[in-house]
């Protein structure tokens, strides 16, 4: 990103105490659904803001990320040395994936099929390892959880972690390049507005009914939205939906009653993963196609352009 670009938010400090604030904000909301020792939760939003802010402001916003999660984590934490541990970790695990997304040759504007890819599996999927497994592991080591709990604690985090990326970092991306579409009829409108309503009512059906087969009814307003909107339609829509599975998850409720802890993390990995894919990958690829067909279009226009003003004298002569 450009210099000039990113010294539109303000001065450094301003940044890192901004970062800070929403960090500790988006991890209380997600403290509301806690299911292991009151901190590890199925959906962590801080990891999407921290992510964002990476990717829009630049690493050297870190301080802001490890203040915003010692914040949280200093009045939860079993002890001030397991705090510290568990900091490293939710700071370490936004920087990993950002350095591997600029490795991608990540953009922000998420507008080719290998952005899609890049934010799914090494942001999200790949990245937050490093935060689940320290922070399991220092709360193994501090005593504050039994060796056995390892792997139930690890896979609750390392979802939380990861969803906290797909669901909400897409979402910041897009509300930073949305814009008031100032030439849209009411007809557009009108069609956001019932894939809004559509999919909310579809969702909350899905995740209210013990059979699992309903979930896949979120999936054509997933495409619907992809389609017509591209990330700007997309990335709403599958916050959405992974936040009230989320919930229902976390209530274990709908098709995730009667299963333990560990069943109903790998089944909201794979359902919010899908998710994620259908409506991120898809909004890329129809983004992607439209700058090529755009682009089809400009070049045409030029080509019929340089006919139109070819003087018919330059043809080639015949004759003897």
């Known amino acids: 990103m450009r210099t000039a670009e990113i010294g539109r938010y303000g001065p ?36 999407g803001v921290a992510l964002a802010g990476l990717l829009l402001l630049g690493p050297r916003i870190w301080p802001g990320i490890a203040l915003g999660a010692f914040l949280v984590n200093v009045s939860i934490g079993p002890t001030p040395l397991a705090v510290l541990g568990i900091v490293a970790g939710n700071t370490l695990a936004p920087l990993g994936a ?66 906290g990326v797909l669901a909400v970092t897409p979402f910041l991306l897009a509300l930073r390049r949305a814009r008031w579409p100032g030439d849209a009829g009411i007809g557009r409108w009108i069609e956001a507005s019932a894939l809004l309503l559509g999919t909310l009512f579809v969702t909350i059906l899905a995740t209210g009914t013990n059979s699992s ?32 599975a989320i919930l229902a998850a976390a209530r274990e409720s709908g098709p995730f009653a009667h299963h333990d802890l560990l069943e109903n993390m790998v089944t909201l990995q794979a359902f919010n993963g899908a998710t994620a894919l259908t409506a991120l990958l898809l909004a890329a690829v129809i983004t992607e196609r439209n700058k090529t067909h755009q682009e089809i279009k400009r070049l045409c226009v030029q080509l019929t352009e340089m006919v139109a003003h070819m003087d018919p004298r330059d043809g080639p002569q015949t004759g003897r």
């Open 12 to 47: 450094p400090a301003l940044r890192i105490l901004a970062v800070a604030a929403v960090y500790y904000g988006s991890a209380r909301l997600g403290l509301l659904q806690q299911l292991v020792r009151g901190q590890v939760t199925p959906l962590w939003p801080p990891t």
């Open 98 to 163: 950002y350095a591997m997304l600029r490795r991608a040759d990540f953009r922000t504007e998420l507008d080719r099929l290998r952005d899609g890819l890049a934010l799914i599996f090494l942001g999200a999927l790949a990245g937050m390892l490093i935060s689940s497994t320290v922070g399991s592991g220092v709360l193994v080591l501090s005593g504050a959880l039994d060796a056995d709990d390892f792997w139930p604690t690890w896979s609750v985090w390392w979802t939380g972690d990861a969803m």
């Open 213 to 244: 087969a309903l979930l896949f009814l979120v999936f054509p307003f997933l495409i619907w939205a992809a389609f017509r909107f591209q990330l700007t339609g997309a990335a709403p829509c599958a916050l959405l939906v992974m936040t009230l």
